[in-house]
């Protein structure tokens, strides 16, 4: 940040300096300040609007500093781009609902990736790279394996978010190692070029190494994992703009590209710590396979006790505190508005409400608080896992919202369960549990849950939303 005003200062006070550089200058030093302190607002719910509208003034000032750069010879084919952009852009943030953010967010991380991975390709072909010497030729090489991989890579976790690809790993032997040999393939032909940049058949070997890789290194991860290969994709997304920002000397893509880099590794390490796990394990443990789930997936059996809609509302009309935990299932349903309106009929018969969120439920980081926020749930009646987990022995009755492998106790139990060590919200101690839940199908990870069966858990099937609203209903019916 100091460097990019100093540049601006410098370059300011030339006086053959051209009007445009300054503005290109100024723009993109203004749009970097919003970015971080736009990144800093999100670190809390209550600025955190405020955040992400400076971050969108941020990308429009450097979007807006580019337009005016002095290299710029024609506006064709940016105003194609833009009119492009434009058109699939506006639908996609109009009509694609909150439910379908992590699809949506794949397909975004999709979209950054090839684009990255396109500039490179474009300024080898022009010769800019093999020109400016060794670092600018890493640069783009860099920058074109890490656009590539995210590219495919983004559009597996896509197909497995929106079910067009099996969510259990799909593996063949030895198909770590041909990963690693891919990996190590991609870096040693990165050398290679660095070194003898004007070798072409080499640059395209890259190209479709990287592609490879990308798709190999998503394919064997498993359902339960997509938080994490989220924040995974989301930081290789950002190593390749910041390359891409050497490679053009393009101060913002490098700031921006840093932070998106840094802050979504950091937030994978947290997601994979949340879930007792190595990223070695999340990459290549192929969590959630057959093997595993026939390892430790037996669960300890036992007669399920099903109940009605009025039967959980006459529980509930006597309970004086609740907790209600979200899952994936209330994704699908798209439930979370009549999940606030149980809340909601609760609190009003006088129940301390509150909301246990854990921070893998769901299919991306913060899956569960962008629904609930989006159905104007409280900020302070969500509690992540370490604030409320001694609280479910102390409650009446846990309420669980399409959640399944985050409350199965057989990450407490089952060594040979392939959650085993998985923090998981103790739902099973809560005095009264009730599960809704379209049937007994496993979660991602493929075993029975053991919280299904105990004494004190009534399980009510059916669609979340309409079994919700059921419930909600037979509440007004009557108070405590």
Avoid at 20 to 27: A, P
Avoid at 107 to 133: F, K, M, N, R, T
Avoid at 258 to 273: E, F, P, T, V
Wanted: proline content about 5%; charged content about 10%.
């Amino acid at each position: 940040m100091i460097g990019l005003l100093a540049s601006v200062l410098d370059e300011g006070a030339s006086a053959a300096i051209d009007g445009r550089v300054i503005v290109y200058r100024v723009s993109l030093f203004v749009a970097s300040l919003l970015f971080l302190v736009g990144l800093r607002m999100l670190t809390n719910p209550e600025t955190a609007r405020r955040g992400m509208q400076m971050a969108v003034v941020g990308m429009a000032l450097g979007v807006v500093g580019t337009l005016v750069h002095h290299d710029i010879v024609s506006y064709h084919w940016i105003i194609g781009g833009l009119v492009v952009g434009t058109v699939i852009g506006i639908p996609m943030g109009l009509l694609i609902p909150m439910t379908k953010m992590p699809e949506r967010i794949a397909l975004s991380h999709a979209g950054g990736g090839l684009a990255v991975a396109l500039v490179g390709i474009a300024e080898y072909l022009a010769g800019h790279p093999q020109e400016h010497g060794k670092f600018a030729m890493g640069s783009v090489t860099f920058e074109i394996i890490m656009g590539a991989i995210t590219f495919t890579g983004s559009l597996m976790a896509f197909g497995k978010l929106a079910e067009l690809l099996p969510g259990k790993p799909m593996t063949f032997p030895g198909q770590n190692a041909m990963n690693v040999l891919l990996l190590a393939g991609a870096l040693g032909l990165l050398v290679v070029l660095v070194l003898h940049p004007h070798l072409p058949v080499l640059f395209y070997l890259l190209v479709g190494v990287s592609l490879i890789l990308g798709v190999l290194l998503v394919l064997p991860i498993g359902g339960a994992d997509m938080p994490v290969v989220i924040c995974l994709l989301n930081s290789y997304a950002g190593l390749a703009a910041s390359a891409s920002g050497f490679a053009l000397d393009n101060n913002v893509l490098i700031i921006c590209g840093a932070l998106d880099g840094g802050s979504g590794l950091i937030l994978a390490l947290i997601m994979s710590k949340a879930m007792n796990r190595s990223f070695a394990n999340v990459l290549f443990g192929a969590f959630g396979s057959d093997a595993a789930a026939a390892a430790g997936g037996a669960g300890k059996g036992g007669n399920v006790r099903e109940g009605t809609p009025e039967d959980a509302a006459e529980l509930l009309k006597i309970a004086q505190s609740v907790i209600i935990v979200p899952g994936y299932g209330m994704a699908v349903a798209q439930a979370q508005h009549a999940t606030r309106d149980l809340a909601t009929a609760l609190a009003a018969n006088g129940t301390n409400v509150r909301y246990a969120i854990h921070p893998v439920a769901g299919r991306m980081p913060g899956h569960m608080n962008v629904l609930l926020a989006e159905a104007n749930v409280p900020y302070d009646q969500l509690f992540e896992l370490d604030a409320i987990n001694e609280e479910f022995e102390r409650t009446d009755v846990s309420i669980v919202v399409g959640a399944n492998d985050v409350v199965n106790p057989a990450a407490k139990t089952s060594p040979g369960s392939p959650i085993f060590g998985m923090p998981i919200l103790n739902v099973d101690k809560s005095k009264a549990v009730i599960v809704l839940k379209r049937s007994m199908k496993p979660g991602f990870a493929g075993i029975e849950n053991e919280l299904f069966v105990l004494p004190q858990t009534m399980m009510v099937f059916g669609d979340a939303k309409q079994t919700l609203g059921k419930i909600t209903a037979a509440m007004k019916g009557g108070g405590h």
